[in-house]
């Protein structure tokens, strides 16, 4: 019996000492985040985190974004951007596939007669000869019919915005609020499901013949500068951005039609050759009767994707591409030797034509005024 009394005595006292152990912990635990002002860490979300959360703004750069929304003020946050899309790891490939955003397109098919059928070639002429390289194979596409024109008077219509396989840039679907024809052309950033647009190439060519900007009640004639509007060079005030620039009177769109790209209008008149300033700095004259459309082209991340895998490339109908000094010397000029050696040749295609910064162009182009930078 006192044996049993002694034992419990002992376990009461182990267990008084205990609790004061932890007691004494926590009150020392409390004292130091009273003091340093720690923060505390839970696991469930205040009303206060989902109003602060929600009050920041996006941490997208001014300008445009992808889905061309325009931002105004620039704030730096911790969430992430959502400027490209990124994807979970689970597979080699997906780990540095980084693409840009195509919730805002349409995602049923293009409009059947606005397309025709594109035969793959695999880079081979009419007597079978392979006359471009790294071509072949990819998946079946249907060629978009683009207007490069844009000669049809009147106000068209927005309906959606559609992925085109066959060029960078978005596409956007018109309609005609008159005749209801549709017709596709290349969507400029900004433009969103239904907007306006209108080409003023008719009025310049009336503008033209009559030489005057007054109509028959003596009231001047004006174009709205908004993106997707197609008017003459003339028509457009210095300093602004324009893209699908046509280089003859009645000509289609030919400079700056992939995606992200743009020119500005730095000199123009009534008469004569326009000076626009293309992205590469290259200044050019192009005739103030032709057309361009305001705006810049759709899609300016396309520079910044990553495909991920070789296979993606593919996909895209993209080949291999071997390196001229793996070759032997007998296929490429940089072949031949022992080791990583090209001969201490510069670089140069298979056919000898020099590649990096060797002049190739035997007569110079006439319409350039300042040519583009180079290295």
Known sequence: MLRLGGV????????????????????VANNIVARWNVRQFSSKIT?????????????????FSTQGNVTATTQASATPSQQFK???????????????????????????????AKRSSGGRNNSGRITIRHRGGGHKRRIRIIDWDRAEAGQQTVVRLEHDPGRTAWIALLKHEKTG???????????????????????????????????EHGITRTAAIDAGNCMPLK?????????????KRNGP??????????????????????????????????????????????????????????????????RPTVRGVAMNAADHPHGGGRGKSKGNKHPRSPWGVLAKGGKTRKTPNQFVVKPRPRR
């Open 181 to 215: 024809k549709l017709s596709y052309i290349v969507a400029p950033q900004g433009l969103k499901p239904g907007d306006k647009v209108m080409s003023y190439r008719a009025e310049g060519a009336a503008q033209r013949k009559s030489d005057t900007s007054l109509d």
């Open 86 to 116: 990124t994807y979970k790891p689970t597979t080699p490939g997906k780990r540095w596939l980084k693409r840009v955003p195509r919730d805002h397109l349409y995602k049923g098919k293009a409009v059947r007669s606005l397309t025709v």
């Open 47 to 63: 009303n206060e985190e989902v109003t602060a959360t929600t009050s920041t703004k996006s941490s997208y750069v001014s300008g």
């Open 253 to 318: 769109a030919i400079i700056a039609r992939s995606a992200g790209t743009y020119a500005q209008l730095i000199q123009t008149g009534e008469t004569g050759y326009a000076q626009v300033r293309l992205s590469s700095g290259e200044v050019r004259l192009v005739p103030v009767d032709a057309c361009a459309t305001i705006g810049a082209v759709s899609n300016p991340d396309h520079q910044h994707e990553k495909l991920g895998k070789a296979g993606r490339s593919r996909w895209l109908g993209i």
């Open 235 to 247: 028509m457009v005030p210095v300093g602004t951005i324009i893209h699908n620039i046509g280089l």
């Open 8 to 27: 419990r005595l002992v376990q009461q006292r182990i267990s008084i000492n205990a609790f004061n152990n932890i007691t004494r912990q926590q009150t």
